[in-house]
């Protein structure tokens, strides 16, 4: 079947080129942060872009950017499409604007065959979904889930020392021409394109994933605590070694939890030693433990399997161990609707496809907490993400366009 509309690939293309230019670096990748000026300049040039086709332009009190074309029944909640512009310091030029800047082709792609949707359609560019400047990441679809800005946010201070309430306010004033707008407003269904930031899609040749949902996460901080002691002069037999227990216990979770579940993550990303002598047994060790799966009760299952190692660990070591959980993220499925839209529209564009499970978070994670929403995957070189040698190959970047304005066109009620 024929797609009623067909995107310009060249146009998107070099919207991508434009947009990587803003905040380029001069390894060929985007240092485009969360409300910074770069950020705030590919705001203006989207927002340019928008008026001259003739859209409305608005923003919420959290900055996010919604450019909208209206439908048929103007008073039903809009379907969302988009993404996020904001990028890693070291960030590469399709995460995240490849989706924002797809949303947009589907907008103009619309108006070009004078397609008229039964309800209105809108990007949005979500604010500070990295959260490499201002953490904690996602921001701007967090905020928009809850309705309301989280009190604490206010005296967020950024890695430049920047005051995140100040960051916010010159976005938003930056941008005076576009319509206010209050936060969490009524939307029928969300999707969106994006990297898949992973190899599995490019390794099997598959032009397309289908997102089913997020995993979830937990994040624990792990402390083992034993005693401080010369390296030359204690025997073993005498020592409590708070490195020898963390080191025996994490032997035991690299070779059991994931060898034994595929879909199981497992990454130790930060580790430090007290007082961190070169010719000391260390005191404390402490380290974060990162545990992901698609399953709630699995995740359960291995954040007792980490408990368990630890504290087995610790007793033979003669040491004790503290673990506090700084996070979870219960795994959140999408909308079964949205999912067979978009498998809809991969069968009647004939791209294969395969159903994926993302392993990292996105807007769609938290929008999914208050409409209908799913995902687009494309492949990537090498799998490569949040790096400056971050790449899409040009036909790819068109096929995810084109699979978001048909999945748009399949949504029931659009």
């Known amino acids: 079947m024929t797609p009623p509309a067909q995107i310009n690939g060249a146009r998107l293309l070099k919207r991508l080129d434009d947009f990587a230019a803003i905040g380029a670096t001069p ?95 809108e990007m949005v560019a979500w604010t500070n979904e990295e959260g490499s400047r201002f953490a904690p990441g996602a921001m701007g679809s967090m905020a928009f889930s809850l309705g309301h800005i989280p009190q604490d946010w206010h005296d967020i201070r950024g890695t430049d020392g920047a005051l995140w309430r100040d960051a916010l306010a010159a976005t938003l004033a930056a941008l005076p021409i576009a319509e206010p707008r209050p936060l969490g407003f009524p939307i029928s269904g969300y999707l969106e394109l994006h990297i898949e930031q992973g190899p599995s899609l490019e390794k099997e040749n598959i032009p397309i994933g289908i997102v089913t949902g997020v995993q979830g996460t937990r994040w624990l901080e792990v402390t083992v605590t034993g005693q401080a ?66 399953q709630a009760d699995r995740l359960d299952s291995i954040e007792t399997q980490v408990l368990a190692a630890f504290q087995d660990s610790a007793a033979l070591h003669g040491c004790k161990v503290d673990i506090r959980k700084t996070f979870d993220m219960s795994p959140a499925p999408f909308s079964t609707a949205v999912i067979e839209s978009v498998e809809q529209a991969a069968r009647h564009l004939g791209l294969p496809f395969k159903h994926m499970v993302s392993g990292a978070f996105h807007d769609a994670l938290y929008v999914a907490r208050v409409a209908p929403a799913a995902m687009i995957f494309v492949p990537c070189r090498d799998g490569l993400s949040h790096n400056e040698a971050e790449y899409v190959e040009p036909e790819h970047s068109i096929a995810g366009a084109r699979m978001l304005l048909q999945s748009t066109l399949d949504v029931p009620g659009r």
Do not use: W
Not at 48 to 75: C, M, T, W, Y
């Open 27 to 121: 390894a060929g990748g985007v240092n485009r942060q969360a409300l910074d000026p770069h950020d705030r300049a590919a705001r203006a040039l989207l927002t340019s872009l928008a008026l001259e086709r003739g859209f409305r332009v608005f923003q919420d009190p959290l900055a996010n950017l919604f450019i909208r074309r209206d439908g048929k029944n103007n008073h039903l909640p809009p379907f969302l499409i988009g993404s996020h512009l904001d990028s890693q310091p070291t960030g590469g030029r399709y995460d995240g604007a490849l989706g924002t800047l797809a949303a947009f082709e589907v907008l103009e792609t619309l108006e070009d065959a004078q397609i008229e949707t039964d309800v209105p359609v």
């Open 229 to 294: 002691a010369h390296a030359g002069t204690t025997q073993l037999a005498f020592r409590r070694d708070p490195m020898a227990a963390v080191t025996s216990a994490l032997h035991t979770l690299y070779e059991t939890v994931m060898p034994a579940d595929e879909n199981a993550r497992l990454t130790i990303g930060r580790i430090a030693a007290l007082p961190g002598s070169v010719n000391a047994i260390p005191g404390s060790v402490s380290l974060s433990v990162d545990l992901r799966h698609p």
